[in-house]
């Protein structure tokens, strides 16, 4: 067999052909940083790549709704703090009225104080983020708690308590649950039937010292003392049980982090070129190439005309 | 005397014939880069020797013939190689094209999914918020967009195939009509005992070009005809007479035929080989799975996320809203019988617009028991479409706009058949939006604008296996990998075959080709014969001058 000038050029030329190519997808992987680049650069490699990419995008959105959720903990923490407050102050009102020997005078103040207080109660459990009213559940564009309008300041009778400022409830009892993981809902509101109207009716506690002041009566307001301290509680309660929500969106944010961090590595091991290796073997290739590119010049100085 | 006249005569010859000789070394030169050229060499023979005296001197030389170099083992490997080359290499484009269609990156339809999921989940933070709720909706009007696209950039690489066989397909009738005529050529030429090389170099390689495009075979005749025949037997060229095929339109789809006089023959994809096959194999097998398994994905997402979000209430207090156009038929899909008892019986949930109706199947059941415990049934009409080979159970609502329905008779496994299970075909291209206003998607099971309740459940979907095993993106995923293995292996294949191709023809041109060395060599060799031949004749002019002399 011999070797002809068409069998040397078509060898050289297919040779050329492969190696151009394998340079060009090194190339493309160089620039890309990606070994992945179409379905059949690695068939098996898809289905990992794919599903890695819905867990990272997940996990964003995750962490974004942990934030809204801790936003939304801290607001509600803000007012919790601030009805504290007033209970405490409440309690410490209740206890001038029942030990203290007061005039009518100073009685009056107080009532007058307590009904101040009630007021701040009903704006702080009305309270709005983002136009949302936070303790009114699933209806966050009702105001959950409002006097009944049926109530007339004129006849206002503290020995009839069906002329008290009787305040309603006009949210639901709806869980606000927020998916912070897969699968793990958690709950990131409080009622304000459960805050307000759970065991102890706080608003129907307050319009009873308020009375109970109006009519100069100790007594009655010593038998207040517990349920005030109860009302305290109910909301001290609420309280403690949303900080530890926020205890857990915390933890549950920092994980999701990590998660995120494993699955890019995971993606990354099936999708991304090892850029040092790709930039070695697009030398190698790069010389072969040239190696090639010289022979071909070679060969074509080479010729028997030269010599006959 | 008559010595030194036959001297002279067999000098002539000589000068005559290595002329000759130098005149097809010339040939050879000229046609070194001439494709499927093969070497032409100068058969030499002695003039027939005669008797002077008691000796017996030949008379001279003379070119007896004309031989061509080949190799018929060579040729016919040739012809086979070119055959799997070309069907591979018709392939690779078309795979290409499929596979930047299915793709993987960023913005494919996995992503959309993503992207879909994510303004769901982004929906169940802040359920009364419109941003958000702008978002889904273009969110689900994206993803829509999204599979149409893919649908219609595959029916387009569909189109392009049909185009690049009806181009192709003159091509190959012109080779067919040629290859006929030249047999005719060959077969008087070389009964008068001429030689027809050229003729020879110029058929064979028609034949590999045929070979290539359609896989055709041939043998040839005692008369030197090549005799070329489809991969299927049918012929293509017998003697001087080739039958044409013609492509034939139905709608937008080409299909071929074998034209023989009057009657004609249609040609599936087992009919042909080479490129025509690749073709073929391309637009016939793997672009209709890829499409059918699109419209599984479209069909299982949109009644899945459908049935999920009829459940739920709008802003505005609708209820059973379906999220996207619900298809406009169920079809499962085929089985052999329709009477036969070949499924077990259990309960089928056919899911209409968010309400589920249970309905029993006795055991066992065939797919027209089947068929007649589901029509009926809370708004829908069951009937059974027999289309050669198959019996397909087709389910359709009653209600005008469709309502979404979703039927799980999974239940009835553990016989013969598999249990039904429900697509619409072309439904991937027809994938849009139902609702149009913010306020009637149902991200709550009430009308309270901070209910997320919904919006939780439809959440759930993502990683939830509807498709069998699959959730809706791994089952894209699948479908990328099936593109992506066919089209891996395609090119490992067609690169192979290019190799061993590449490796045939330069054994076959290191045998029959030209060789620009050898042709030199040649040459030196015949001029030195020439020049020797001329010395000779000047000699025997001397001894004749010599001669001529005695008598002064």
Redesign the interface.
């Given at each position: 067999m011999k070797a002809t000038q068409v069998t040397t050029y078509r060898s050289l030329q297919s040779f050329l052909d492969r190696t151009s190519d394998r340079l060009s997808t090194l190339q493309l992987q160089a620039a890309t940083g990606k070994k992945l680049n179409r379905p059949s650069d690695d068939p098996t490699a898809i289905s990992p790549v794919l599903s890695a990419r819905t867990q990272i995008q997940a996990s964003d959105r995750y962490i974004e709704t942990i934030d809204t959720g801790l936003d939304r903990i801290n607001n509600m923490d803000g007012y919790l703090d601030g009805m504290q407050n007033t209970m405490v102050r409440l309690k410490e009102i209740a206890i001038a009225g029942f030990n203290g020997a007061l005039s009518p005078a100073d009685m009056e103040t107080y009532a007058g104080e307590v009904s101040q207080l009630r007021e701040s109660l009903l704006a702080d459990t009305n309270a709005q983020v983002d136009g949302k009213y936070l303790f009114g559940g699933f209806s966050e564009k009702t105001v959950p708690f409002e006097v009944d309008p049926a109530y007339d300041p004129l006849a206002y009778d503290p020995t009839d308590d069906t002329t008290w400022p009787e305040v309603i409830y006009q949210g639901d009892s709806s869980v606000l649950d927020f998916e912070i993981a897969p699968n793990e809902l958690i709950s990131v509101n409080t009622t304000g039937d459960r805050l307000m109207q759970g065991n102890v009716d706080v608003f129907d506690t307050v319009n009873q010292l308020e009375a109970a002041f109006r009519n100069h009566d100790p007594d009655e307001i010593a038998t207040l003392l517990d349920p005030l301290e109860e009302a305290a509680n109910q909301i001290r309660a609420e309280r403690s049980l949303k900080g530890n929500v926020g205890r857990r969106l915390e933890i549950a944010g920092s994980q999701m982090e990590k998660i995120k961090i494993d699955m890019e590595e995971f993606r990354s091991r099936y999708e991304d070129a090892d850029i040092l290796e790709t930039i070695t073997q697009l030398q190698q290739q790069e010389q072969s190439f040239q190696a090639a590119l010289s022979v071909t010049g070679r060969v074509s100085s080479l010729s028997i005309l030269d010599y006959i | 005397m008559g010595g030194l006249n036959a001297a002279l005569n067999s000098g002539r010859t000589s000068l005559q014939t290595n002329q000759k000789a130098i005149e097809i070394t010339g040939l050879n030169v000229a046609n070194?880069?001439t494709e499927g050229y093969s070497r032409q060499s100068p058969h030499l023979t002695p003039y027939p020797a005669l008797a002077f005296g008691d000796y017996f001197i030949g008379t001279g030389v003379t070119v007896g013939s004309i031989q061509r170099s080949h190799d018929v083992f060579l040729a016919g490997q040739i012809k086979d190689k070119a055959k799997e080359a070309g069907q591979e290499e018709s392939m690779l484009n078309p795979?290409?094209e499929l596979?930047?269609v299915?793709?993987?990156?960023e913005g494919s339809l996995?992503?959309e999914?993503?992207?879909f999921?994510?303004a769901w989940?982004?929906l169940?933070?802040?359920p009364?918020g419109e941003v958000e709720r702008q978002a889904v909706l273009q969110r689900g009007e994206l993803i829509g967009r999204s599979f149409s696209n893919i649908y219609k950039e595959i029916q387009q690489s569909e189109k392009n195939i049909n185009s690049t066989i009806t181009s192709k397909i003159d091509g190959v009738n012109l080779m067919l009509d040629e290859v006929a005529q030249l047999n005719t050529r060959i077969s008087a030429l070389e009964m008068s005992g001429q030689d027809a090389n050229s003729d020879r170099d110029r058929r064979d390689m028609l034949l590999k070009n045929l070979s290539t495009s359609i896989g055709a075979t041939t043998f040839e005749t005692s008369t030197g005809a090549a005799s070329v025949q489809l991969p299927n037997g049918m012929p293509l060229v017998e003697m001087g007479k080739a039958n044409n095929i013609n492509a034939v339109f139905s709608g937008t789809d080409v299909n071929l035929e074998l034209s023989f006089g009057d009657s004609t023959l249609p040609l599936d994809r087992n009919a042909l080989g080479g490129e025509f096959r690749g073709l073929y194999e391309v637009r016939d097998v793997m672009i209709p799975d890829v499409v059918d398994r699109l419209d599984q994905l479209a069909y299982g997402f949109a009644t899945e996320v459908n049935a999920m979000h009829a459940v739920g209430a709008g802003l505005d207090g609708s209820t059973g809203q379906s999220f996207f156009a619900p298809p406009g038929s169920h079809v499962s899909q085929g089985y052999a019988d329709d009477t036969a008892a070949n499924f077990a019986g259990g309960e089928v949930i056919v899911n209409v617009a968010g309400v589920e109706t249970l309905v029993t199947v006795g055991d066992p059941a065939s797919l027209e028991d089947i068929r007649a415990a589901i029509d009926g049934v809370a708004d829908v009409t069951a009937s059974i479409d027999f289309s050669a080979p198959d019996y397909t159970l087709r389910v359709e609502s009653t209600n005008d706009p469709k309502e979404n329905i979703t039927i799980d008779a999974s239940s009835l496994t553990g016989e013969t058949y598999a249990p039904p299970a429900f697509s619409s075909q072309d439904y991937s291209a027809n994938l849009r939006m139902s609702i149009d206003t913010t306020s009637k998607i149902a991200a709550?099971q009430?009308i309270?604008?901070?209910?997320?309740?919904n919006a939780?459940d439809i959440?759930?979907l993502?990683?939830q296996q509807t498709l069998g095993n699959d959730?809706f993106?791994?089952y894209?995923?699948?479908i990328?990998?099936?593109?992506?293995?066919?089209?891996?292996r395609n090119?490992q294949a067609a690169?192979g075959f290019?190799?061993s191709l590449?490796q045939l023809?330069?054994?076959r041109?290191?045998?029959d080709?030209?060789?620009?060395?050898?042709e030199?060599?040649n040459l030196?060799k015949y001029q030195r014969g020439f020049e020797a031949s001329a010395r000779f004749l000047s000699t025997v002019d001397e001894m004749m001058s010599t001669l001529m002399t005695l008598k002064r």
């Amino acid at each position: 067999m011999k070797a002809t000038q068409v069998t040397t050029y078509r060898s050289l030329q297919s040779f050329l052909d492969r190696t151009s190519d394998r340079l060009s997808t090194l190339q493309l992987q160089a620039a890309t940083g990606k070994k992945l680049n179409r379905p059949s650069d690695d068939p098996t490699a898809i289905s990992p790549v794919l599903s890695a990419r819905t867990q990272i995008q997940a996990s964003d959105r995750y962490i974004e709704t942990i934030d809204t959720g801790l936003d939304r903990i801290n607001n509600m923490d803000g007012y919790l703090d601030g009805m504290q407050n007033t209970m405490v102050r409440l309690k410490e009102i209740a206890i001038a009225g029942f030990n203290g020997a007061l005039s009518p005078a100073d009685m009056e103040t107080y009532a007058g104080e307590v009904s101040q207080l009630r007021e701040s109660l009903l704006a702080d459990t009305n309270a709005q983020v983002d136009g949302k009213y936070l303790f009114g559940g699933f209806s966050e564009k009702t105001v959950p708690f409002e006097v009944d309008p049926a109530y007339d300041p004129l006849a206002y009778d503290p020995t009839d308590d069906t002329t008290w400022p009787e305040v309603i409830y006009q949210g639901d009892s709806s869980v606000l649950d927020f998916e912070i993981a897969p699968n793990e809902l958690i709950s990131v509101n409080t009622t304000g039937d459960r805050l307000m109207q759970g065991n102890v009716d706080v608003f129907d506690t307050v319009n009873q010292l308020e009375a109970a002041f109006r009519n100069h009566d100790p007594d009655e307001i010593a038998t207040l003392l517990d349920p005030l301290e109860e009302a305290a509680n109910q909301i001290r309660a609420e309280r403690s049980l949303k900080g530890n929500v926020g205890r857990r969106l915390e933890i549950a944010g920092s994980q999701m982090e990590k998660i995120k961090i494993d699955m890019e590595e995971f993606r990354s091991r099936y999708e991304d070129a090892d850029i040092l290796e790709t930039i070695t073997q697009l030398q190698q290739q790069e010389q072969s190439f040239q190696a090639a590119l010289s022979v071909t010049g070679r060969v074509s100085s080479l010729s028997i005309l030269d010599y006959i | 005397m008559g010595g030194l006249n036959a001297a002279l005569n067999s000098g002539r010859t000589s000068l005559q014939t290595n002329q000759k000789a130098i005149e097809i070394t010339g040939l050879n030169v000229a046609n070194v880069n001439t494709e499927g050229y093969s070497r032409q060499s100068p058969h030499l023979t002695p003039y027939p020797a005669l008797a002077f005296g008691d000796y017996f001197i030949g008379t001279g030389v003379t070119v007896g013939s004309i031989q061509r170099s080949h190799d018929v083992f060579l040729a016919g490997q040739i012809k086979d190689k070119a055959k799997e080359a070309g069907q591979e290499e018709s392939m690779l484009n078309p795979l290409a094209e499929l596979e930047r269609v299915i793709g993987i990156g960023e913005g494919s339809l996995s992503d959309e999914f993503d992207q879909f999921f994510d303004a769901w989940r982004q929906l169940s933070t802040n359920p009364g918020g419109e941003v958000e709720r702008q978002a889904v909706l273009q969110r689900g009007e994206l993803i829509g967009r999204s599979f149409s696209n893919i649908y219609k950039e595959i029916q387009q690489s569909e189109k392009n195939i049909n185009s690049t066989i009806t181009s192709k397909i003159d091509g190959v009738n012109l080779m067919l009509d040629e290859v006929a005529q030249l047999n005719t050529r060959i077969s008087a030429l070389e009964m008068s005992g001429q030689d027809a090389n050229s003729d020879r170099d110029r058929r064979d390689m028609l034949l590999k070009n045929l070979s290539t495009s359609i896989g055709a075979t041939t043998f040839e005749t005692s008369t030197g005809a090549a005799s070329v025949q489809l991969p299927n037997g049918m012929p293509l060229v017998e003697m001087g007479k080739a039958n044409n095929i013609n492509a034939v339109f139905s709608g937008t789809d080409v299909n071929l035929e074998l034209s023989f006089g009057d009657s004609t023959l249609p040609l599936d994809r087992n009919a042909l080989g080479g490129e025509f096959r690749g073709l073929y194999e391309v637009r016939d097998v793997m672009i209709p799975d890829v499409v059918d398994r699109l419209d599984q994905l479209a069909y299982g997402f949109a009644t899945e996320v459908n049935a999920m979000h009829a459940v739920g209430a709008g802003l505005d207090g609708s209820t059973g809203q379906s999220f996207f156009a619900p298809p406009g038929s169920h079809v499962s899909q085929g089985y052999a019988d329709d009477t036969a008892a070949n499924f077990a019986g259990g309960e089928v949930i056919v899911n209409v617009a968010g309400v589920e109706t249970l309905v029993t199947v006795g055991d066992p059941a065939s797919l027209e028991d089947i068929r007649a415990a589901i029509d009926g049934v809370a708004d829908v009409t069951a009937s059974i479409d027999f289309s050669a080979p198959d019996y397909t159970l087709r389910v359709e609502s009653t209600n005008d706009p469709k309502e979404n329905i979703t039927i799980d008779a999974s239940s009835l496994t553990g016989e013969t058949y598999a249990p039904p299970a429900f697509s619409s075909q072309d439904y991937s291209a027809n994938l849009r939006m139902s609702i149009d206003t913010t306020s009637k998607i149902a991200a709550g099971q009430t009308i309270a604008p901070g209910d997320n309740t919904n919006a939780l459940d439809i959440l759930q979907l993502e990683q939830q296996q509807t498709l069998g095993n699959d959730t809706f993106v791994s089952y894209y995923g699948k479908i990328a990998s099936t593109v992506g293995v066919e089209a891996a292996r395609n090119r490992q294949a067609a690169q192979g075959f290019q190799d061993s191709l590449i490796q045939l023809e330069n054994m076959r041109d290191g045998i029959d080709g030209v060789s620009l060395e050898e042709e030199m060599i040649n040459l030196l060799k015949y001029q030195r014969g020439f020049e020797a031949s001329a010395r000779f004749l000047s000699t025997v002019d001397e001894m004749m001058s010599t001669l001529m002399t005695l008598k002064r």
